[in-house]
């Protein structure tokens, strides 16, 4: 399967800062890029979807201006949490797809943000 | 009614058993369906993808019925390696793709 890579892995961030986290699709072009969020025991909720040169679409409930998305390129997307909460720790998971329908995504291996 | 839905389990089955679990969704223009598997604390992985005409993949198949707008995944033979959360994830068009998972089911395969 195609390879998504998603950096940093895990990272503890004091409250107030900003946290920036890094998803590339590495061997194959990502039209839409999903981000989504995973509390302890739950499932995965979309946060957003994010297309290569426009904005992202917000799910109903998620603060776009406290997750900043940009998917500047077809290879990169990232995700900011800005002004960080313990609130916000959480598993963050983000998705890429090769097409724009009916094509499965692959994952990256996820970030674990701890807000102390 | 939630887009996507699953009974979380867990379902617990001894080694060898046959097990099935089903997903709802809401969408009745939903046009492609999946199921993931994931493991604890780790990202979710491509199971098998969900045709209309039904396909399997060794002890996995996979079974879509539109018209009561239920998927289904059937395990054979289930082995310890199975236990497991597996999502059901369908693609909603609703002006742009977006995939929605449903909440998961955990499998645990006992000795």
């Known amino acids: 399967g195609a390879v998504v890579s998603q950096h940093p892995s895990w990272v503890i961030c004091k409250s107030g800062t900003s946290v920036k986290i890094e998803c590339r699709s590495l061997d194959f072009q990502a039209t839409t890029m999903f981000w989504y969020r995973q509390f302890p025991k739950q499932s995965l909720m979309l946060m957003a979807t994010?297309?290569?040169?426009?904005?992202?679409?917000?799910e109903q409930g998620v603060e776009k201006d406290k997750f900043l998305i940009n998917h500047a390129s077809l290879t990169l997307s990232t995700l900011t949490v800005t002004s960080a909460h313990p609130e916000d720790s959480s598993f963050y998971i983000c998705?890429?797809?090769?097409?724009?329908?009916?094509?499965?995504?692959?994952f990256g291996q996820g970030t674990r943000l701890t807000v102390v | 009614r939630k887009e996507v839905e699953q009974d979380p389990g867990p379902f617990n089955v001894p080694e060898g058993a046959t097990v099935a679990f089903n997903c709802t969704y809401s969408?009745?223009?939903?046009?492609?369906f999946f199921w993931y598997r994931q493991d604890c604390r780790k990202e979710p992985k491509l199971l098998m993808s969900v045709y209309s005409s039904g396909n399997e993949d060794g002890r996995f198949t996979a079974q879509l019925n539109r018209a009561s707008q239920y998927i289904s995944l059937l395990i054979r033979d289930s082995k310890l390696s199975d236990s497991a959360t597996y999502l059901c994830v369908v693609n909603y068009n609703t002006g742009f793709q977006k995939l929605v998972f449903g909440t998961g089911t955990r499998l645990l395969v006992s000795p």
């Open positions: 998705s890429a797809r090769r097409g724009t329908e009916n094509t499965e995504a692959f």
């Open positions: 994010s297309n290569e040169g426009s904005k992202a679409t917000y």
């Open positions: 969408n009745s223009a939903s046009q492609s």
